[in-house]
DNA sequence: ATGAAAGCGCTAACAC
DNA sequence: GTGTTAGCGCTTTCAT
């Protein structure tokens, strides 16, 4: 990489000289401006990423700490955020936590040593179940900002972009109930995670609100074979009408078990999963999702962070921002 | 954060001495190192990576540069790519090049001003199409070592981890017509790329082959309603036994498709398809699978470069990597 | 055993 | 209009 020491040198001029007419000061004289542009131009001359950082003691970088790139709604936040960071100017470096704790805290650890001016992450799952937040106050405290995004840690002071998890649980499990659906099963291999919960919970209010039925939880480990559980659990529970899927796997299983034994969807039975596009363009017939908008998700994180690195001696104060899902209605219901 | 100045200020030494007793260095005296030691730990010192890699000239990060993090084949690799590389600690750094060759060469440009030690990349849809290879030449001649993975560009020297398309896709063709199938199709949504290219041709050499059948293919657009694409040719073509897919998608819905008229599968239809795991326990029956093992991918590309960065001044020969494919062999077939 | 000084590449305040 | 200098945080050579 060509320095402004070698292209001053070559020039006859000193560094200042060059490094000022590269960035127009009004100063240095038209004719050597050019003169230097051009021996600029030639040797592809960029700037030093690292010198700068170093100078203007920001990196321009943002710490991305997600708990599993292999989960399509983590990755398409993470496609938002990479989009919405490159628009002004940011990189991402990206750390994955693989719902460890350990490796959460490890991952805040090693980019807290100047190599990122903040943090956007979703928690990881032990994270969460252990209910520790230290490592997250430390790092906020050292003057690093944090967004946090889906799974988030309410006792911590920062940013924050949730999904409306208990409303739109209700809501979709209301609009079963509009369809006349008399046993609506909920699905889940979340029971860790808060989002989780809340959608349960909101199932379970949309349900005990009937004051008519009482409501249906399976639940599915991760080590679980998800087929055999959710086959064995609709061969006992031969009346499930509805079902309501937390992700993606549940609701797509479940649909094609219910085809498979050989219920008419939505005829039989309806079902509605939190859900990608691409998953409801998948099965036959194509499943009404809940959208989360990952992306935008993304987006609005990468901009709070980004407003905060960018105001950084006035104080604002932390925002939850909330990114409201959307039913798609498909044919897997009426 | 706490850097050297201020420690040496606070216990009355000078800089030198700080970093010294800090890197174990055998001038310092044991008294010394120890006060150092405790006022470090005390403030939770971390030497600032900006300076260090300015003052090394290298930043320990690799740029990753992908054409879709949606893809779960190329969000695995990440993976892989991210834990090998955070093993020998580099970080990485990820851009998304949305298949567009000036996303890419942009990507390029802006990590090539030394914020990177090193690509990890796999080429855009555009940029084998339009068979652009200039970016790449130019960064290299930087010094800055590229590897590519999967989509590669056969005339860079560099170093390549790349897939046994063509024989997979020939083998698994074999499998079926070892199952008698007499009319197997090819379904692919992946025309424009290379891996795309190599496994039509699989597919079509093993049933030229047998001297009896006519290849079959079916290419869908990125753009179409796939589910009707295929249910239309499924509906026209009605003797089809057996289903080479190049993408999951194709192949999830081929199944689907199948059973959704009918078929018996895997009595009267085989499905075998590139897919994941995951794909393949949402599909009932389970799908038969070729599988990539995208996180050796990864791995690969990572220890490729990490052993490039860690020899540089030894030119070493360019190297291909050849990461072979597994036949998974699940419900979907006999 | 400790410290001073140079230098990585850059910017900017301050000479001249 | 151009150059000198200091400094960002660190390592390392060379004095002392």
């Keep these: 990489m060509v320095t402004l020491k070698q292209l001053a040198k070559e020039l006859n001029v000193s560094i200042s000289t060059v490094s000022k007419a590269l960035n127009n000061s009004e100063e240095i004289g038209e004719e050597t401006v050019k003169r230097v542009k051009e021996l600029a131009e030639l040797y592809n001359y960029k700037p030093n ?7 203007q003691n920001k990196t321009k970088t943002i710490g991305v700490i997600i708990p599993d790139i292999l989960n399509h709604f983590l990755a398409k936040v993470l496609f938002g955020v990479e989009r919405e960071a490159t628009k002004y100017g940011y990189n991402i470096i990206t750390c994955i936590s693989n719902e460890s704790l350990e490796q959460e805290k490890e991952s805040l650890r090693l980019l807290a040593n100047g190599s990122v ?16 937040i230290e490592h997250f106050k430390k790092t906020i405290s050292q003057g690093l900002p944090i967004v946090m995004f889906d799974r988030v840690a309410h006792d911590v002071l920062c940013d924050k972009v949730i999904v409306d998890d208990f409303d739109a ?4 499990t209301k609009s079963l109930l509009l369809e006349k659906r008399k046993n609506i099963v909920f699905i ?12 349960e919970r909101g199932y379970r209010k949309a349900i005990l609100e009937t004051n008519t039925f009482e409501p249906l939880v399976l639940k599915i480990k991760k080590k679980d074979d998800q087929q055999k559980k959710i086959m ?9 009408d509805g079902v309501i899927a937390a992700d993606s796997s549940s609701g797509i299983i479940a649909l094609n078990t219910g085809v498979k034994l050989g219920l ?13 596009k691409s998953d409801s363009f998948h099965t036959i017939p194509k499943l009404t999702t809940i959208r989360q908008h990952a992306k935008e998700i993304g987006a609005n994180a990468a901009q709070l962070l980004i407003n905060r690195l960018q105001n ?10 909330i990114v409201k899902t959307t039913l798609i209605k ?5």
């Design 117 to 132: 001016d903040g943090f956007i992450l979703c928690l990881a799952e032990e994270t969460q179940v252990k209910n520790e």
């Design 330 to 334: 498909s044919k897997s219901t009426l």
């Design 312 to 321: 950084k001696s006035i104080e604002i104060d932390v925002k939850t921002k």
């Design 264 to 276: 008419k969807v939505p005829k039989n039975m309806s079902v509605i999963a939190y859900a990608s």
């Design 188 to 199: 889940s291999t979340l029971d860790g995670i808060s989002v989780g919960k809340l959608r």
């Design 232 to 240: 064995s659990f609709f061969k006992k529970n031969t009346t499930i």
């Design 49 to 55: 990423k690292v010198a700068l950082s170093l100078k």
């Design 169 to 172: 649980t209700y809501n979709a």
